[in-house]
């Protein structure tokens, strides 16, 4: 397509201009077609200047999310062979849960600049306002039954915070199960959906989805005290498609990791687990008690001491605040 080749153009020469001349040449198009192409792009939300005499140049702090940026920083090749990237969806764990119904190939990525129903754990929302988060996921086929299911999701904490660290200063790390935090808020939150087969009790496919807030400036009144973004902890805007390739890389590398041995994922994700060795309350099966975090287990599991007794919390949260 016209346009994707312009922007492929435009992002090989990021801050130079180019001429729409030698655009159209090098891609044997007319100038009045680049000009076209280029005025949507810049609906899109590309930042694009047009400089008199010298022609279209786009800028390096344009945010835009771009599939072309996201492949070429990707290093391993598996995981750049099948990303589609939306505009706008309602969920991404939805819609590749749709797209699952026909063949599908493993590691299939599904991103959207905005979601308008972004689930969470627990029956919650998942706050994806456009141009300014990461919302994505992944599409792992047959996965296997070495480990327990639930260590999809403490993998893909542990490869959150793994593609997060090098960008930020402010103290990171994963509150049990599955939300990464920056200066004792929360950025970003995991959901794993699964489908089972239920005559082989084996799992069909699992999807993990990942939301993180990036550049978002401003939170909704019930979210404010809990919830925050790369850019108001760190006042840095971060380019969210070099980061999408990291989270995809780091992703791919952890998968494999769980893999050969799960346990090494255990001990990534105890070594970056808040709260360790202090009291906090939990909240499992409708009961709320207060217990000192000890680790999690092999299958995920948060192990923790309440009253001298090491307990096993399968399922629920920390809790700080309570959400207004
Ligand atoms: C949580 O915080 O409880 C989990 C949040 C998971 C949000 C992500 S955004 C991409 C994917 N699509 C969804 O609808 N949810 C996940």
């Known amino acids: 397509m016209t346009k994707d080749n312009i922007l492929k153009l435009l992002e090989e020469n990021k801050d130079i201009a180019l001429s729409g001349e030698e655009i159209g040449a090098s891609l044997n198009i007319s100038r009045n077609s680049v000009w076209k192409a280029i005025n949507k792009l810049k609906e899109e939300g590309f930042l694009i200047e047009s400089i008199k005499n010298k022609g279209y140049m786009l800028k390096s702090e344009s945010q835009a999310l771009s599939l072309n940026e996201i492949k070429d920083n990707i290093k391993n090749e598996i995981i750049s062979k099948n990303i589609i990237l939306h505009k706008e969806l309602s969920s991404t764990n939805s819609t590749l849960k749709d797209m699952a119904k026909d063949s599908l190939e493993d590691f299939t990525v599904v991103i959207a600049d905005s979601q308008t129903q972004g689930r969470g754990r627990l029956g919650r929302n998942f706050y994806s306002p456009k141009s300014s988060g990461i919302y994505l996921s992944l599409y792992l086929k047959y996965p296997s039954l070495k480990y327990d299911v639930s260590m999809l999701t403490i993998c893909a904490a542990v490869a959150l915070k793994e593609a997060v660290e090098k960008d930020v200063d402010g103290k990171l790390g994963i509150k049990w199960v599955n939300d990464l935090y920056l200066n004792n808020k929360k950025i970003a939150g995991i959901l794993t959906e699964c489908e089972m087969e239920l005559e082989t009790r084996s799992f069909k496919h699992a999807i993990v989805g990942i939301g993180l807030n990036v550049l978002t400036e401003s939170f909704p009144d019930d979210l404010k ?83 001298n007794k090491e307990l096993t919390i399968s399922s629920g949260e920390i809790v700080l605040r309570e959400r207004r």
């Open 225 to 307: 005290d809990i919830a925050s973004s790369i850019y108001l902890e760190e006042k840095k805007k971060i380019n969210r498609n070099i980061l999408i390739s990291k989270l995809l890389d780091s992703l791919y590398l952890n998968l494999e990791l769980l893999h050969k041995d799960s346990n090494k994922i255990v001990e990534k994700y105890n070594k970056t687990l808040l709260f360790m060795d202090e009291v906090v309350k939990v909240r499992s099966f409708n009961r709320e008690f207060l217990a000192k975090v000890l680790r999690i287990n092999e299958k995920g599991n948060l192990i923790v001491l309440e009253d």
